[in-house]
């Protein structure tokens, strides 16, 4: 497939700075236009929020190759570790988003080493089941986290700045906080892909043992994916919780877990944006399935089979990339 | 002490259960390296199909006749969807099985409904068997009668029959196993097979116990990967003690400390990662 660079006659990467520029400015006025095809900003957000979650997760499925089936633990963490700080501290945003960052991604630090040694479908078990471990705790330790019925009863703050302004954060002030957190932690995760550490991932999925002959420990490796991977989930948690005002143990549940690894995968799990159009592409028909019927959760079960039927690459599997790491 | 033997007993019940699924799922690791997420949802439909056919069959007859019926719903969909994943990325397969536990689930859902239904059986089996341990009904021998008749059955049929052999040696090296003759193919959809007769079975002796509801599966599909990954990747034996410890730790710590009855489970499992992270009975290096 000829790149259509080509045919607009510039180079290749100029063409990959054009479109890059207008991805991000279809993000900037997504306020403006949501509203304006009958759908709504807080739809936005939440793509962005699981766009967020999937990419954080792709650096350790699909650059580490790490198959880990219990990445919601860390989102759900990062929910709650916000939630609480509201709760039970302060209405203080920038806080209450590192409380859960925090919460959740030292959570993934710790759980690192009993995966990291792990590989394939045994990597999957380990982390599914240390997922579930997470969530129990979520739903038996009522007294704290409000049990099965969820944790609610707080409200995203307005954000405050250094000289006494603060901004409130209603939908589409929210929509740009999370665009801004979303663009930072884009830009961290492009920046470690790119470094040697990132392509040092990528030599871990490919070949860990002629790794290990070079003299680098690939465990350590899987464990630094994790924990980064963790703490970028954990982000996209704490910004759903005070998206929703409302976080519950489902959150946490190895069903979320399980929709992360299948958003990187429909999206292309080997490039570096296929979790993000993933992400759009199932909140978007999510909305609107549970809108039309009762059997929504049929439907993304079926997305799953035909994904992994005929989309096994991704869609952005089928486009030539610019090789991002 | 009747309160520790109470909690220890449930648990056990419980642990047969895990053991069961726990066994299935292990049998389907080995030969096909699938997670088949959707156990649960074969379990649940075990279940299910029971409840519907019991007014026809009886109780003994859904018992006999159910889980194969789960079992034939098995290999149609190995055959139909998992045959063509095999050699590729084992991401697939998982995601594959996920996405059919969802629909099962779901579909569940829709046509028994959410609220769960109850399963009967007969009143002879309801009795306590003994005055002074009200808790041994006959209905729980009965769960672990015929488990342990089961696993032995299947501990038999791997251990002495050409079938078996080939379902373990397959376990070790598939490819060899290939290259001599067998047919791979059907090996796998038999074994698939097996693996999903052991869940609907369990779905059945469940029912009975524990109430049919959609959201069971994916309940006791958890502890059964926590048994597999205490008890050791690789080792049957190992997976079914790993069922069983979990589910008598489990039953204990609700007679003492309720809210903790699943977390313990869980904390097992992290152990037994820390101390011997290949488990309990495992071998070092399957499936990595």
């Known amino acids: ?325 | 002490m009747q309160i520790l033997l109470f909690g220890a007993f449930n648990g056990l019940v419980v642990g047969f259960f895990y053991a069961l699924m726990a066994l299935g799922l292990s049998l389907i690791i080995g030969l096909s390296s699938v997670i088949n997420f959707a156990q649960g949802g074969f379990m649940v439909l075990g279940g299910y199909f029971a409840y519907t056919l019991e007014p026809f069959l009886g109780f003994w007859g859904s018992l006999l006749l159910c889980p194969i019926f789960a079992g034939f719903l098995g290999i149609a969909f190995e055959r139909g969807l998992i045959r063509p994943l095999y050699g590729r990325d084992p991401l697939y397969s998982l995601l594959l099985t996920f996405g059919l536990a969802m629909i099962i689930e779901d579909m569940v859902r829709t046509i028994w409904g959410a609220q769960g239904v109850p399963f009967g059986i007969p009143d002879y089996l309801n009795s306590p068997v003994s005055n002074i341990y009200f808790f041994i009904t006959g209905y729980r021998v009965l769960v672990i009668g015929v488990t342990a008749a089961t696993t032995l059955g299947l501990f038999a049929i791997l251990r002495y029959t050409r079938l078996g052999v080939c379902i373990r040696a397959g376990t070790a090296d598939l490819e060899t196993v290939a290259s001599l003759g067998v047919n791979i193919y059907l090996l796998r959809a038999i074994n698939f097979m097996i693996g999903i007769l052991l869940a609907g079975l369990a779905g059945i002796l469940a029912a009975g116990q524990l109430g049919l509801t959609p959201t069971m599966g994916s309940s006791l599909i958890m502890p059964s990967f926590v048994a597999i990954i205490v008890g050791g990747v690789g080792s049957l034996i190992g997976s079914m003690l790993g069922g069983l410890l979990i589910g008598v730790a489990a039953g204990i710590t609700s007679m003492y400390f309720p809210a903790a009855s699943e977390v313990v489970i869980y904390a097992i499992m992290a152990i037994v990662l820390v101390l011997r992270p290949r488990g309990l009975l495992g071998q070092e290096g399957l499936l990595e």
């Not at chain 1, 919460?103 to 590989?119: E, I, N």
């Not at chain 1, 129990?136 to 000289?163: I, Y």
């Open chain 1, 1 to 325: 497939m000829t790149n259509p660079a080509y045919f607009l006659g510039i180079r290749p990467s100029a063409w990959h700075a054009l479109r890059l520029a207008l991805f991000w400015l279809v993000l900037i006025f997504a306020p403006f236009w949501l509203p304006a095809i009958g759908s709504y900003t807080d739809l936005g957000t939440r793509v962005l929020i699981y766009a967020l979650a999937a990419m954080g997760l792709n650096l350790l499925l699909g650059f580490a190759g790490g198959l880990s089936f219990g990445h919601a633990a860390f989102f759900g963490l990062g929910a709650y570790g916000a939630g609480l700080f509201l709760r039970y501290v302060g209405p203080n945003t920038w806080l209450a988003l590192l409380s859960g960052i925090f919460l959740g991604g030292l959570a993934a630090t710790l759980v690192g080493p009993l995966v990291m040694r792990r590989r394939g479908i045994y990597f999957a078990m380990i982390t599914i089941a240390i997922g579930q471990m997470f969530y129990f705790v979520a739903v038996r330790w009522n007294s704290v986290t409000g049990g099965e019925d969820g944790l609610s009863g707080f409200q995203r703050a307005p954000l405050g700045f250094p000289g006494g302004n603060a901004i409130p954060l209603t939908g589409t002030q929210y929509y740009y906080f999370v665009l801004v957190c979303f663009a930072i932690a884009v830009f961290l995760l492009a920046r470690i892909l790119s470094s040697p550490l990132g392509h040092s991932f990528v030599a871990v999925r490919e070949n860990s043992r002629r790794l290990e002959f070079l003299g680098v420990r690939g465990g350590r490796l899987i464990w630094i994916a994790f924990a980064i991977s963790g703490f970028v989930t954990a982000l996209a948690g704490s910004l759903d919780s005070m998206l929703n005002n409302f976080t519950s143990p489902l959150d946490l549940n190895w069903t979320l877990s399980g929709i992360f690894v299948i958003l990187c995968v429909l999206g292309g799990m080997r490039s570096f944006w296929g979790p993000f159009l993933g992400a759009a592409i199932y909140v978007v028909m999510q909305d609107y399935a549970s809108s039309i019927t009762q059997n929504w959760m049929s439907i993304i079960g079926l997305m799953f089979m035909l994904v992994v039927l005929f989309f096994p690459r991704g869609l952005l599997g089928f486009i030539p990339q610019r090789r991002t790491a």
